[in-house]
């Protein structure tokens, strides 16, 4: 075999061992995280909106890559979020960490719910704030121009809010967050909406979220939305809390949402 010939064997193998590498760190990673097993966030800090302190997490290679904003928790920016801002990052998407508590974050319950309160007492400030993130994303050069949301409890209530009010954007992953049931608002969305729901969730039962699907079915907009019957609030996030109900449903919620985002953020490669 010529010497040309070898540096591209080599080249090829090379690149083949880090595209498996990459895509393997990043299904590993994304299970570990929420499992509590993360890393240090390696990501940085980023005030992109007013006293805003975001977190962005980037991929390594070439782009242009989709990307996702996260929504956190009634606690803040915590470094669980953030963790899964590397993982998806890890996956190939750049993903920015909102901050809505412009730095804060909550320690206890009622902390928490202060700053809940605040917040959801000036929702214009949420959708500008938000605005302003899928603006610095889509400018990046980088970026393929295709945006998504999730967001936790508090912060799926959000994403849903921002769906229907904020700029255009590709997908809104929300888990049990607050829901609406109301076809004719639920119609001025314009994009596939993912749903995860706890079927021992107190706070929003499965009832409501049947007629959430009712509702987004009658408005004509697609969607894929899930209840897992034996797992309670907060099951996917924090898979720890109870390991052995938590880690199946956690799983085929990250199949789920790993498919979402391919189809919403990279709809390029599926029409190739």
């Known amino acids: 075999m010529h010497g040309s010939s070898i540096r591209k064997t080599i080249a090829a193998l090379l690149a083949a ?15 570990q995280v929420i499992e509590g097993g993360g890393a240090e966030p390696s990501g940085t800090t980023l005030e992109y909106y007013g006293a805003a302190k ?51 974050t909550g320690s206890n319950p009622q902390e928490n719910m202060a700053l809940v309160r605040e917040t959801r007492g000036d929702p214009d400030e949420i959708i500008a704030n938000l605005n302003a993130a ?86 004509g907009i697609p969607n894929d939305i899930h209840i897992y019957d034996p797992v309670q609030h907060g099951f996917w996030l924090y898979v720890e809390r109870d390991q052995e109900t938590n880690r199946e449903p956690a799983e085929d919620t990250w199949d789920r949402l790993s498919a979402y985002f391919e189809r919403t953020l990279q709809p390029e490669a599926d029409a190739d």
């Open 54 to 104: 975001g977190y962005l997490a980037e991929p390594h290679g070439e782009g242009p890559h989709g990307s996702v904003i996260l929504i956190h928790e009634w606690n803040g920016l915590v470094e669980r979020v953030k963790q899964v801002a590397d993982a998806l990052a890890a996956q190939g998407y750049i993903a920015l960490a909102a901050d809505l508590y412009s730095g804060r």
């Open 134 to 219: 899928v603006a610095y994303l889509k400018s990046l050069p980088d970026s393929n121009g295709h945006v998504a949301t999730i967001g936790w409890c508090f912060g799926g209530g959000v994403a849903l809010s921002f769906a229907l009010g904020g700029e255009h954007h590709d997908g809104t992953a929300i888990f049990y967050g607050q829901l609406l049931t109301d076809p004719a608002e639920l119609a001025k969305l314009d994009h596939e909406i993912f749903g995860t729901f706890a079927g021992q969730d107190r706070g929003i039962p499965v009832e409501q979220v049947h007629a959430f699907v009712a509702a987004l079915n009658e408005a």
């Open 17 to 31: 061992f880090v595209a498996s590498y990459c895509v393997g760190q990043g299904n590993s990673n994304i299970l």
